[in-house]
């Protein structure tokens, strides 16, 4: 892991701000979902990218009654039916 060397601290609500450098950086934008991960004494802040249910692939994901299905995957179940 990196250190930044940035200092925040939790406001009475429990929240912290992200830094506009590393909101850059990371390519996050305002309203851009955040997944909290914890690994031993570490919390670890990840951009969430959608990935499809069945392979697990982020890419050129597609929303499907509220599933994320990739275009390799409809293929393989068009070709099934």
């Known amino acids: 892991m990196k250190s930044t060397g940035i200092v925040r601290k939790v406001d009475e609500l ?3 701000v992200l830094p506009i450098e590393l909101r850059r950086t990371m390519d996050i934008a305002v309203r851009d ?3 909290v991960y914890m ?3 570490t919390v ?3 951009k969430h990218q959608p990935a499809c249910v069945f392979c697990n ?3 050129d994901v597609i929303s499907y009654k509220g599933k ?3 275009p390799s ?3 393989s ?3 099934k039916v």
Do not use: F, S, T, V
């Open 14 to 16: 429990g929240r912290i």
């Open 33 to 35: 979902p955040l997944e």
């Open 39 to 41: 690994a031993d004494d």
């Open 44 to 46: 670890i802040l990840k």
């Open 57 to 59: 692939n982020a890419k």
């Open 68 to 70: 994320n299905i990739c």
């Open 73 to 75: 995957c409809i293929a």
């Open 77 to 79: 179940l068009i070709a």
